[in-house]
């Protein structure tokens, strides 16, 4: 009778699973909260270089990735470069350039936009973001501010 095998008592199991749940509860505020206290780890805004003149034939566009942004460079047939943010200011669907009309469409509600980026019909509520190109030695360089 001496040697059974001792169980222990119901209140150290109820402290035992209170006191866990308690723990998994304050980590689930406290992680977020110390994620959004924390600084970005964004890379920093400034210009940078998409290519260099040679990949961009005139009359075609680009979509390119910078800064976790999708942009839509456009070469225009007369050799001037654009860049747009290349979400839709509707749903943020991925636009297009279609050089053939010589606008910018969004394929899922049918938004067109002007080669300016002015929207000009379908739900688009304004004009698609616009960001400054320069041409220095043959590359190709974009600003993305903030």
């Known amino acids: 009778m001496g040697n059974e095998p001792k169980n222990p008592p119901r209140r150290d199991f109820l402290g035992i699973a209170i006191g866990g749940t308690a723990a998994a ?6 992680y977020p909260l110390g ?10 805004s400034g210009p940078t270089t998409i290519g260099r003149v040679e990949d961009f034939a005139p009359g075609t ?27 839709c200011t509707h749903l943020q669907c991925v636009v297009g350039y279609s050089p053939e009309r010589n606008r910018i469409e969004c394929p899922c509600h ?13 739900p688009p509520p304004r004009p698609l973001d616009e960001y400054a190109i320069t041409i220095n030695d043959g590359a190709v360089i974009v600003s993305v501010s903030g």
Do not use: C, H
């Not at 509860?25 to 406290?30: E, H, I, Q, T």
């Not at 994620?35 to 920093?44: A, D, G, L, V, W």
């Not at 942009?71 to 225009?76: A, D, G, Q, S």
């Not at 049918?110 to 000009?120: A, E, F, H, K």
């Open 110 to 122: 049918q938004g067109v936009y002007s080669i300016d980026g002015q929207n000009l019909s379908g």
């Open 25 to 30: 509860f304050a980590a689930a505020v406290v």
């Open 35 to 44: 994620r959004f206290i924390e600084p970005s780890s964004r890379p920093p």
């Open 61 to 87: 566009s680009k979509t390119v990735l910078v800064q976790d942004r999708p942009l839509l460079v456009i070469r225009t047939a007369d050799g001037e470069f654009r860049a747009f943010s290349a979400l």
